[in-house]
């Protein structure tokens, strides 16, 4: 049975997927964790989940919301202000810009495959 | 870890001839015991049932090593070289248990894992018992064994949990039981200058007490799982000690075959178990 890890670094962090372990059961696998993704990792904690209980979603329905311009969404109000006041402002703009970016890309090579 | 203040033990400079001679008996059980199990424990290497359980029995034994270089460290600092304590010993000055040299059947992992229990047990009583030792330095090491002592009873009790949870699994542990129970016994022969080290207070506790402790955790451990554990008064004991010197055959072998290497070589230093002296 295969068991995905996932481990934190230091309180308040996210639980980063780092690999998984062979293991008949909980016990095990969080033994086995300790000794392949803890021991020699700067850790504050393990998760250990059954592989068969995480949901997928994949790519094409990741997509879903891929195929128009989402661009009237974005905040355009703030786009005259400097924005570096707020870092997450800007972050999230840049964000929003990048995946514009991919969309339009990734519609183009389907144009140029048609 | 205990009441007592450093400044109230005992010092290396402190130490009498006769305190001396007892406290390095007692050192070198302590290193000699996790040198010999690491030894055969890395026998396992590439050969566990399964990749996680491989890391795990190689860094368990990793660990042993780490303990073994304490211990030794603790020697070299009374004046013994790294040779003299480990690749130009004689083998009949060694004086680790029986237990720990005893050879692998081939693919028994069962033997593996209860001979991991039935010493990781008696490592924790015994570190228990050198924890408020008279000898200052060694007090100071204690600690941070114990804590990774724990991970290595956690593995042994998950293990053979899941061993004995069919009669197949049972039987193998079974027979691993009546195997090693009577060189088990021997990580508890007095050896020489057993009542010097308990009256110096290098341990605090006499190994028949010890033994005692021992039975009463693995006794009834191995009895829930539907063990039988032989009665320790009726075993048929080998007649080597282990902690006198004297060994059984399979030890021989073992030594001749961690020392060829050195011998092989014929370093003019060898290589350290510490990266750098201090």
């Known amino acids: 049975m295969i068991w995905e890890v996932f481990r934190q670094e230091a309180p308040g962090d996210y639980h980063e997927h780092v690999g998984n372990v062979h293991a008949p059961d909980r016990e095990m696998a969080k033994l086995f964790a300790r000794i392949q993704h803890a021991r020699r990792m700067q850790t504050n904690s393990l998760w250990v989940t059954p592989r068969e209980e995480i949901g997928e979603v994949s790519a094409e329905d990741a997509a879903f919301d891929g195929r128009t311009d989402k661009s009237y969404r974005w905040a355009m109000t703030y786009n005259e202000i400097d924005a570096s006041f707020a870092e997450e402002v800007a972050d999230s703009e840049s964000e929003q810009r990048e995946a514009a970016r991919k969309r339009r890309e990734a519609l183009r090579d389907e144009g140029n495959e048609a | 870890m205990s009441g007592t203040p450093n400044s109230e033990r005992i010092g290396r400079a402190d130490l009498s001839a006769e305190q001396q001679v007892a406290l390095e008996a007692l050192l070198f059980r302590l290193a000699d015991d996790e040198f010999v199990h690491a030894e055969r424990l890395t026998e396992w290497q590439i050969y566990a049932p399964t990749l996680e359980s491989d890391l795990a029995i190689a860094n368990i034994a990793q660990d042993e090593f780490g303990h073994a270089r304490l211990w030794y460290d603790l020697l070299k600092r009374l004046g013994y070289t790294e040779p003299e304590c480990l ?39 015994r570190l228990e018992a050198v924890a ?5 330095p060694l007090a100071d090491r204690v600690g941070k064994v114990l804590e990774e002592e724990n991970y290595h009873r956690e593995h042994a009790v998950n293990w053979l949990e899941r061993l004995t949870a069919d009669d197949d699994g049972r039987g193998r542990v079974q027979d691993a039981l009546d195997e090693l129970f009577p060189y088990a016994l021997s990580l508890f022969h007095p050896g020489p200058r057993e009542e010097d080290i308990v009256e110096f207070g290098f341990r605090t506790e006499p190994v028949a007490e010890m033994r005692t402790q021992w039975l009463e955790t693995v006794s009834p451990f191995l009895e829930s799982l539907d063990l039988t554990v032989p009665e320790p008064d009726e075993v048929e004991r080998p007649d080597e000690r282990g902690r006198d010197g004297t060994h059984t055959d399979a030890w021989t072998e073992l030594y001749d075959e961690f020392t060829a290497t050195y011998h092989e070589l014929e370093f003019e230093t060898p290589a350290t178990l510490r990266a750098t002296e201090e």
Do not use: K, M, N, Q
Not at chain 2, 94 to 122: I, M
């Open chain 2, 87 to 125: 690749w130009e010993r004689d083998p009949t000055e060694w004086t680790h248990s029986l237990l720990v040299e005893r050879p692998f059947g081939d693919g028994d992992w069962a033997d593996a894992v209860l001979r991991g229990y039935l010493y990781d047990v008696a490592e924790r009583i």
């Open chain 2, 132 to 136: 408020d030792t008279s000898y200052a």
